[in-house]
């Protein structure tokens, strides 16, 4: 902060930005870290993107969050990715530092984080459906966190493809592809199933069982389809409210330095989507 008369300002810029709970979670969090910061919220046209991240630059923001298809614009426009936003080709958290602005993206982290409250992700074989940004990102994370085997499932094979080539390059755990189904199977040989598809895509499964962890990253007020499954068989289900508060609670650290409650950004997810 330049003078401690000015506030430190974060922004979600969205394309679109209406619907998206990051002010209503990040405000309270601020109010219970006792600090006096502000956050807004701005509609950015994807074209627009570039000035929008200069701007971020020249008025001091200590860093905005990213969504809707600015993620995958906003890359050619900052000073240098982490390694996870780099390997997903995507930015969901950008931070200013003396350099510039870093570009970030903690959908994986948040999702390991969730699995970690019931899980231990190394060791365990992961049935991984999707290729998006999310999907990479998570595919990396868990690949860093010692999953014995990464299966990856995508509607285009040929996505399937190109990420499993690319946590090839990484060195760590396997990975392999396996077809899309109208229900796909889960191997017996995993541990770990995580659905990173948009909630419409309807992702099915054959094959659950109870002593799987069922992940699905679709932030929706009522049990997904895939978390329902998952209940109705016994597995643990972690839904996309619990991923989207662990990936709150690291983004806010980001920024602030302070962990804020997970347990208070779940009430405040669960009263903005009840809304």
Same mark, same amino acid.
């Given at each position: 902060?330049? &003078?401690?008369?000015?506030?430190?300002?974060?922004?979600?810029?969205?394309?679109? %930005?209406?619907?998206?709970?990051?002010?209503?979670?990040?405000?309270?969090?601020?109010?219970?870290?006792?600090?006096?910061?502000?956050?807004?919220?701005?509609?950015?046209?994807?074209?627009?993107?570039?000035?929008?991240?200069?701007?971020?630059?020249?008025?001091?923001?200590?860093?905005?969050?990213? &969504? /809707?298809?600015?993620?995958?614009?906003?890359?050619?426009?900052?000073?240098?990715?982490?390694?996870?936003?780099?390997?997903?080709?995507?930015?969901?958290?950008?931070?200013?530092?003396?350099?510039?602005?870093?570009?970030?993206?903690?959908?994986?982290?948040?999702?390991?984080?969730?699995?970690?409250?019931?899980?231990?992700?190394?060791?365990?074989?992961?049935?991984?459906?999707?290729?998006?940004?999310?999907?990479?990102?998570?595919?990396?994370?868990?690949?860093?966190?010692?999953?014995?085997?990464?299966?990856?499932?995508?509607?285009?094979?040929?996505?399937?493809?190109?990420?499993?080539?690319?946590?090839?390059?990484? /060195?760590?755990?396997?990975?392999?592809?396996?077809?899309?189904?109208?229900?796909?199977?889960?191997?017996?040989?995993?541990?770990?199933?995580? &659905?990173?598809?948009?909630?419409?895509?309807?992702?099915?499964? &054959?094959?659950?069982?109870?002593?799987?962890?069922?992940?699905?990253?679709?932030?929706?007020?009522?049990?997904?389809?895939?978390?329902?499954?998952?209940? %109705?068989?016994?597995?643990?289900?972690?839904?996309?409210?619990?991923?989207?508060?662990?990936?709150?609670?690291?983004?806010?650290?980001?920024?602030?330095?302070?962990?804020?409650?997970?347990?208070?950004?779940?009430?405040?997810?669960?009263?903005?989507?009840?809304?």
């Amino acid at each position: 902060m330049t &003078s401690p008369a000015l506030q430190e300002i974060i922004a979600l810029l969205g394309c679109p %930005a209406a619907g998206n709970p990051a002010q209503y979670l990040h405000e309270r969090a601020l109010a219970e870290a006792g600090l006096d910061w502000r956050f807004l919220t701005l509609d950015v046209a994807a074209d627009r993107i570039g000035g929008a991240l200069a701007g971020v630059a020249a008025l001091g923001f200590r860093g905005c969050l990213l &969504s /809707g298809p600015l993620r995958t614009l906003a890359p050619a426009h900052l000073e240098s990715l982490s390694p996870a936003a780099t390997f997903a080709g995507a930015v969901g958290l950008v931070e200013r530092q003396p350099t510039g602005l870093v570009g970030h993206i903690t959908d994986g982290r948040g999702l390991v984080e969730a699995l970690r409250s019931h899980v231990e992700p190394a060791g365990s074989g992961v049935l991984l459906v999707g290729t998006g940004p999310a999907a990479r990102a998570t595919a990396l994370e868990l690949s860093l966190a010692g999953a014995a085997e990464i299966l990856v499932c995508d509607r285009a094979a040929e996505r399937a493809a190109a990420l499993v080539d690319a946590l090839a390059g990484v /060195g760590t755990a396997p990975a392999a592809t396996v077809p899309w189904e109208p229900e796909i199977a889960v191997p017996e040989r995993v541990g770990i199933v995580v &659905s990173a598809v948009p909630a419409e895509a309807r992702a099915g499964f &054959s094959g659950l069982r109870r002593d799987l962890v069922v992940g699905d990253f679709a932030l929706v007020p009522q049990p997904s389809p895939v978390v329902a499954a998952a209940r %109705a068989c016994g597995a643990c289900a972690i839904d996309g409210l619990e991923i989207h508060c662990a990936r709150t609670a690291i983004d806010f650290h980001t920024w602030t330095g302070v962990e804020p409650d997970t347990d208070l950004l779940r009430e405040l997810l669960d009263e903005y989507l009840d809304a």
